[in-house]
């Protein structure tokens, strides 16, 4: 894998599977892609990822830059844990070689990929971090942000409500400017 890539948005976005296939329920690709033509984001895609969604018959239609994570560039790196999934793993690796990119951020809902991005000083968010960030840089609107949280319920994803409603209230509180 390349380290050195050049990028248009502020802020790189490395995605796990479980978190694409929750955005695709959602319907809410669109905004990824707003995002990335105001170049305020680029999306990585790990090989793994890529794959897991191909096996699931799932396609992402965005622009985003494939990565492959392979034994090669893995070398040195021991602090992953292997036990992970397979989208899950090549998100964390591709951040932890790419750290040096202040702004990389890995989007995932899973517990144990967040702990470990955690205890690897990795930014991290979910679905719900997701949101946050896109309401924050006026990508999305406060009532589009709201509509997509009520949806949430209905999708793969198991969230607690009191979370639920926390970011709600979040969302319902931020400046619209």
């Not at 998100?91 to 951020?105: F, L, V």
């Not at 702990?115 to 009532?143: A, D, H, W, Y």
Request: with cysteine.
């Amino acid at each position: 894998m390349r380290r050195s890539r050049s990028f248009k948005g502020s802020y790189l976005l490395v995605f796990d599977t479980s978190t694409l296939i929750i955005l695709m329920e959602l319907d809410i690709l669109d905004y990824l892609r707003k995002s990335i033509e105001r170049s305020l984001i680029d999306i990585v895609i790990p090989n793994g990822v890529r794959e897991e969604l191909r096996r699931g018959g799932r396609e992402l239609n965005l622009p985003y830059t494939d990565v492959d994570i392979n034994e090669k560039n893995l070398e040195g790196i021991n602090d992953i844990p292997r036990s992970l999934g397979r989208g899950e793993f090549g998100a964390i690796a591709t951040a932890y070689i790419w750290r040096e990119h202040s702004n990389i951020i890995v989007v995932s809902d899973d517990k144990k990929a967040r702990s470990t991005c955690e205890r690897l000083n990795l930014n991290c968010f979910g679905t719900l971090g997701l949101l946050e960030f896109l309401k924050k840089n006026r990508v999305i609107t406060k009532e589009e942000a709201i509509s997509v949280l009520n949806k949430i319920p209905e999708t793969s994803l198991y969230i607690k409500r009191d979370l639920l409603d926390m970011t709600r209230e979040k969302i319902l509180h931020q400046s619209d400017g």
